[in-house]
T-cell receptor, first 109, second 114 residues
Framework: GIQVEQSPPDLILQEGANSTLRCNFSDSVNNLQWFHQNPWGQLINLFYIPSGTKQNGRLSATTVATERYSLLYISSSQTTDSGVYFCAVANTGGFKTIFGAGTRLFVKA | DAGITQSPRHKVTETGTPVTLRCHQTENHRYMYWYRQDPGHGLRLIHYSYGVKDTDKGEVSDGYSVSRSKTEDFLLTLESATSSQTSVYFC?????????????FGPGTRLTVL
């Protein structure tokens, strides 16, 4: 099955700093999502991005499907950005979704 | 927020007892999923449903069964709970269009098996 690797596993930032999170996957996919799990455990959809680039406020994401990776950019980080960021992928049909192990982000005030 | 509720939100049970978790949606989405989340892992798919009475196994289906008798409800059953099934369980829903499939998650159920 598809393998998903996220890096870095842990990240500590000072408030206001920028960061890039990476998601590598081992096979072609036609579904890719980024999620933020907040400290209360809620999973929040950030981007549905099987290919291309999207932006939403301070966050943006790029997926290069042919090279099997996706990047999540966080600019001007805030303490509320703390939590775990997951990448999840699936191939045809999108049903058997595989999650990466996540990147745990802590933003210091 | 997508209209997804899970019940119960917390449950403590003993080894060997049956447990049923419920996922309810108000979005009329065709596809529903059950995942478990354990420390050090992302979410792992247990079972999913692609329609009423249509289900299939995921990555970690051993020890779990599911049922879907109505579009809005997807039940996850642990026939005889074990300590290894202590976890946080998430339900998700989606509607597929042209092979593209964005999933939305419920709030989760924390299950402890003693």
């Amino acid at each position: 099955g598809i393998q998903v690797e996220q890096s870095p596993p842990d990240l500590i930032l000072q408030e206001g700093a920028n960061s890039t999170l990476r998601c590598n996957f081992s096979d072609s996919v036609n579904n890719l999502q980024w999620f933020h799990q907040n400290p209360w455990g809620q999973l929040i959809n950030l981007f549905y991005i099987p290919s291309g680039t999207k932006q939403n406020g301070r966050l943006s994401a790029t997926t290069v499907a042919t090279e099997r990776y996706s990047l999540l950019y966080i600019s001007s980080s805030q303490t509320t950005d703390s939590g775990v960021y997951f990448c999840a992928v699936a191939n045809t049909g999108g049903f058997k979704t595989i999650f990466g192990a996540g990147t745990r982000l802590f933003v210091k005030a | 927020d997508a209209g997804i509720t899970q019940s119960p939100r917390h449950k403590v049970t003993e080894t060997g007892t049956p447990v049923t978790l419920r996922c309810h949606q108000t979005e009329n989405h065709r596809y529903m999923y059950w995942y478990r989340q354990d420390p050090g892992h992302g979410l792992r798919l247990i079972h999913y449903s692609y329609g009423v009475k249509d289900t299939d196994k995921g990555e970690v289906s051993d020890g779990y069964s599911v049922s879907r008798s109505k579009t809005e409800d997807f039940l996850l059953t642990l026939e005889s709970a074990t300590s290894s099934q202590t976890s946080v369980y998430f339900c998700a829903i989606s509607e597929s269009y042209r092979g593209l499939n964005e999933q939305f998650f419920g709030p989760g159920t924390r299950l402890t098996v003693l």
